[in-house]
């Protein structure tokens, strides 16, 4: 069973970039078909997916994130990594890793995906 563990600061500065880590254990990020998802979740506020690495390294961003949000990953590590730039407190959130197939890109409908990551607490704030 895949297991998915997110990690990084919880404290994070206005203009600064955030940086999160998704460790996954019990399968392959590179594994046929599978794609890579972080999610996240604002305080009074619904799921917001924001980007996707696929088995193959493509990568899908939310438009309206697509300037800020870079997605990567080390396969020899079996890790993925979010990096959004110049955050501000708006985009304070608990941040989610997820594992799904290609109908969850530009969707965080819980029920497409197929294991989560038990999410991470990011504050932005000086």
């Known amino acids: 069973q895949v297991q998915l563990q997110e990690s990084g600061p919880g404290l994070v500065k206005p203009s600064q970039t955030l940086s999160l880590t998704c460790t996954v254990s019990?399968?392959?990020?590179?594994?046929?078909?599978?794609?890579w998802s972080w999610i996240r979740q604002s305080p009074g506020k619904g799921l917001e997916w924001m980007g996707a690495i696929a088995y193959s390294g493509s990568t899908y961003y939310k438009p309206s994130l697509k300037s800020r949000t870079s997605i990567s990953r080390d396969t020899s590590k079996n890790q993925f990594t979010l990096q959004l730039g110049s955050v501000t407190p708006e985009d304070t959130a608990v941040y989610y890793c997820?594992?799904?197939?290609?109908?969850?890109?530009?969707?965080?409908?819980?029920?497409?995906?197929?294991?989560w990551g038990q999410g991470t607490q990011v504050t932005v704030s000086s």
């Open positions: 019990g399968g392959s990020i590179t594994s046929n078909y599978y794609y």
């Open positions: 997820a594992r799904g197939r290609s109908e969850t890109i530009m969707t965080a409908d819980r029920n497409l995906y197929d294991s």
